[in-house]
Structure formats: structure tokens, C-alpha cells
């Protein structure tokens, strides 16, 4: 039986297509829903036409996108679009861990409104039924106790989790640096920073040498490459200048002060989640997420945990990388045979 696991987000799509237990095959899409609904409608399509999946497994965020004038509206028209494309059986993920039928998910729209971490918890609880799971995405930070094999965070929605820490609206892809610090030292001397959209925290990444080039998944601020000049140049434009002005050496040293900072976000996240939870630092940390060896691992050691694992070494690189849509995938398998 063939079984996709699918994680429709507001910029990325991913899925994960198993053959009985066995990972068949994955994708990882950059479709930014306010740009581009018909994208979305294409890739589904193709997924349908190549592969004819027998069950489905949904999970979503991308309702929160501004296409939509409510989240309620987003999910109807997500699930809508999943139900014309795919002509195997549909399970829709709430935020309970829990599948529902369509009819179901459109009377409690808000139950599927950013349930994915959820799956992610389920996943790493399999195999560390007692852990701290850190997912650092393109765009989002998920601080997720887990205990029992189950997620027991103090906030089940997004809006909960900012206010606990255990969200945060920040990425190693997508966020812009200014968000991160308006003003940097840099050879004894104080930079104010443009607060424009001329750079992301990729570019940063790229120019630090940790963020591969086929990993920079989104697109670029000026349209234009992913190489790490390119990046240099979009950097230099935050000091409202370029690199005929700039020397690299600044350059380098203003992505470190930007990587610096988004660090110090998530351990301040971290440390307040510990303390909520009452977490004890020998607890195991569980790392996923495109950013967990960029960003998480830094910041779990600086928070004080010592044992500190990425989901690859559990699972294998997909898992760590797409985790909600390799969850679902086998928990959609499992809701069907029980």
C-alpha cells in the first residue's frame, strides 16, 4: 500500500511517499501560496497522476498565508484542493494528534491550523519517548517537550506557543536580519542596518560556508543567484552600500554578528521552555529541520543540554529534514491497518 505524507506550508511543500514501511521516494517544493496558488494545484496533480497514493495524510500551514482572510478560510480551501486532486482516502491531521474525516475537519477548522509539529513530536517519540525536540526550519523554531511518546507543551496553537517560547517566528532561511539586530559592531565601529528586505538570514549562512547552496530552498531577496558573492552583495546592501565600498572581511563579520544574534533568540526560547517545563538539562535534545546542525545544536549547547542528537541518526536525513510529512506517512499507514 502507498501511503503520502503531505506538509502543505505557506512557502514550502513537502511530501514523502512510503511503499508499505518502506520511504519511497520525497519531495521538498518551494511554492509560495501568495505568489503562485496554481503551482501548488500542479505539483498535487503530478503527485496524483505518477503515483496514485491510496492514503493520504494532511497537515498544514500554510492557511496562515495572506492570500487567505482567515485561517478558517485557508484550510477550507487547502483541504478543498486536496479532495478535488487526490482520489485515494484523505485523513486531515489535528492539532490532537488525532486524524479526521473531511466533514470533521471543516467543523473544527482551527484543530488542523498549524498541527504539523505535532506529527514531528509523534515521530521523534517513537524512538526517544522522553526528549526535547528542537525543529528549526526555513522560517520557524518549534520548542517541543516530549514525554511518553507524546507532545506536552504548554501551547497547542501558534498563538499559545509564541507567548510560552515554544514558537518562534524565526528560520535559518527566510528571516530577514534586520528582525534579528538593528545595529551592529564591527571593528570598533557601530553600523545602524537598513530595515529593507535586501538580504535573509540564507544569505547569511551561505556567506559563513554552513548553508548549502542547494539547501537556500527559497527564493533569493533580488531574484537574482545563490552563490556566495551574490549573497555577499544582497549582505552589503543592509549597510546601505556594495562591495566596492565594503571589504568581504565586514561582510564576514556582519553574518557572524546576524547568525550571533538569531542563536541568542532561540537560547533565550530554550532556557524559557526548560523553565516552564521544569526540564532538566540531561535530558535528550532531538534536532531536525534544515537549521538543526546551523542553528539548533549551537544554541541547545548554550543552553547547557549535553546530549544533543539529530533526528538523521534516529531516522535517516529525510526525516530530519521534511519531519511532519515523513511522520504522517507512516502514521497514516498505521491509522488505516489499526
Avoid at 39 to 60: A, N, W, Y
Avoid at 218 to 247: I, Q, V, W
Wanted: one cysteine or more.
Amino acid at each position: 500500500m502507498r501511503s503520502l505524507g503531505l506538509d502543505i506550508g505557506g512557502a514550502n511543500t513537502k511530501a514523502v511517499l512510503f511503499e508499505d514501511e518502506e520511504m519511497e521516494t520525497y519531495w521538498l517544493e518551494y511554492i509560495p501560496l501568495w505568489e503562485d496558488w496554481k503551482k501548488l494545484r500542479e505539483f498535487l496533480e503530478e503527485l496524483e497522476s505518477d503515483f496514485h497514493p491510496q492514503k493520504v495524510g494532511i497537515t498544514m500551514t500554510g492557511e496562515l498565508s495572506d492570500i487567505f482572510e482567515t485561517k478558517r478560510a485557508g484550510v477550507r480551501k487547502i483541504g478543498k484542493t486536496v479532495k478535488e486532486i487526490f482520489s485515494g482516502d484523505l485523513y486531515y491531521f489535528s492539532v490532537d494528534g488525532r486524524f479526521v474525516s473531511e466533514e470533521k475537519a471543516y467543523d473544527s477548522p482551527y484543530k488542523l491550523s498549524a498541527s504539523n509539529w505535532v506529527s514531528s513530536a509523534l515521530l521523534v517519540g517513537r524512538k526517544r519517548p522522553n526528549c526535547l525536540m528542537i525543529d528549526v526550519g526555513s522560517t520557524t523554531t518549534d520548542i517541543i517537550p516530549v514525554k511518553e511518546k507524546k507532545p506536552t507543551p504548554a501551547g497547542w496553537t501558534d498563538l499559545e506557543r509564541l507567548q510560552t517560547g515554544e514558537l518562534i517566528y524565526t528560520g535559518v532561511l527566510r528571516t530577514q536580519p534586520p528582525y534579528l539586530k538593528s545595529r551592529l559592531s564591527i571593528n570598533d565601529k557601530s553600523y545602524g542596518i537598513a530595515a529593507e528586505y535586501f538580504a535573509n538570514m540564507a544569505d547569511a549562512y551561505r556567506i559563513l560556508d554552513v548553508l548549502r547552496k542547494e539547501d537556500y530552498t527559497c527564493e533569493t531577496p533580488d531574484g537574482r543567484g545563490k552563490e556566495k558573492k551574490a549573497c555577499m552583495r544582497r549582505l552589503a546592501r543592509l549597510f546601505c552600500s556594495d562591495l566596492e565600498k565594503l571589504e568581504e572581511d565586514l561582510i564576514v563579520k556582519a553574518a557572524e554578528e546576524f547568525r550571533d544574534a538569531q542563536v541568542s533568540m532561540v537560547v533565550d526560547a530554550i532556557k524559557e521552555v526548560a523553565r516552564i517545563h521544569k526540564i532538566s538539562k540531561t535530558l535528550s535534545v532531538v534536532l531536525m529541520g534544515v537549521g538543526g546542525e546551523i542553528l539548533a545544536r549551537k544554541a541547545a549547547n548554550q543552553a547547557g543540554f549535553k546530549e544533543i542528537v539529530n533526528l538523521s541518526k534516529i531516522y535517516n536525513d529525510v526525516a530530519t529534514l521534511m519531519p511532519p510529512a515523513y511522520g504522517l506517512g507512516l502514521l497514516v499507514k498505521e491509522e488505516v491497518t489499526s
